[in-house]
């Protein structure tokens, strides 16, 4: 089974800091995705990888940026929290184009 | 408009019943169409994986779509109080199915 761990379930960070949040697949996938997820909202694409240095720019990437250092691990950094980043965060990871995706179990993030 | 819209319920049914989940989307370029489940505070699980049209047969799960509608359904048979959820439905283009478009869900409850 295709595992993807996301380093915290919950977090709470002040307006303004440096927000990192972490994912790690076990499967050697090539793509790895960042949504958020809002009610009524659905899931919106912030960024995505498909190698190792290499980003693209999803449908919400503002006030957000990604890393991607390692093939397992893709990074969501928000470079100054504000309050309307208050969110599911929710990483994913697909073998290659035309395969499905598969998720962790996200990262509740709250933005006081 | 939504490229991909969804009732978000709640749908309320009695075990044992069949339960018929829809979405339609307006992307004709769509080739390949998905389910997730997510239980709440957990992240989405694939559920069907389907290309084209047609329908997909898994267990008590059948996904079925028709392009020529652009609706997209999930049918659950002998329904199960662990099926309450959020279901999502999801397309995506041949070109770039890396990236999918995802419906904001529908909710199911199960009554015991």
């Known amino acids: 089974d295709v595992k993807v761990t996301q380093s915290s379930r919950y977090l709470v960070k002040r307006t303004g800091e440096k927000v990192f949040l972490e994912c790690v697949q076990d499967?050697?996938?090539?793509?790895m995705f960042w949504y958020r997820q809002d009610p009524g909202l659905g899931l919106r694409l912030i960024y995505f990888?498909?190698?190792?240095?290499?980003?693209e720019k999803g449908d919400i990437p503002e006030g957000y940026s990604v890393s991607r250092e390692k093939k397992e691990r893709f990074s969501l950094i928000l470079e100054s929290a504000s309050t309307n980043q208050t969110s599911m965060y929710l990483c994913?990871?697909?073998?290659?184009?035309?395969?499905?995706?598969?998720f962790g179990d996200g990262t509740r993030l709250s933005i006081l | 408009q939504k490229e991909v819209e969804q009732d978000p319920g709640p749908l309320s049914v009695p075990e044992g019943a069949i339960v018929s989940l829809n979405c339609t989307y307006s992307?004709?370029?769509?080739?390949?169409f998905m389910w997730y489940r997510q239980y709440s505070r957990k992240g989405p699980e694939l559920l069907m994986y389907?290309?084209?049209?047609g329908n997909k047969e898994d267990g008590r799960f059948t996904a079925q779509v028709d392009k020529s509608s652009k609706y997209i359904s999930l049918f659950i048979r002998d329904s199960q109080p662990s099926d309450s959820a959020t279901y999502l439905c999801?397309?995506?283009?041949?070109?770039?199915?890396?990236?999918?478009?995802f419906g904001s869900g529908t909710r199911l409850s199960i009554r015991p």
């Open positions: 990888s498909y190698d190792v240095k290499m980003k």
């Open positions: 389907t290309y084209s049209s």
């Open positions: 999801a397309g995506a283009e041949y070109s770039s199915a890396s990236k999918i478009i």
């Open positions: 499967m050697d996938h090539e793509n």
């Open positions: 994913a990871s697909s073998f290659g184009r035309n395969q499905p995706q598969h």
């Open positions: 992307n004709s370029a769509f080739q390949y």
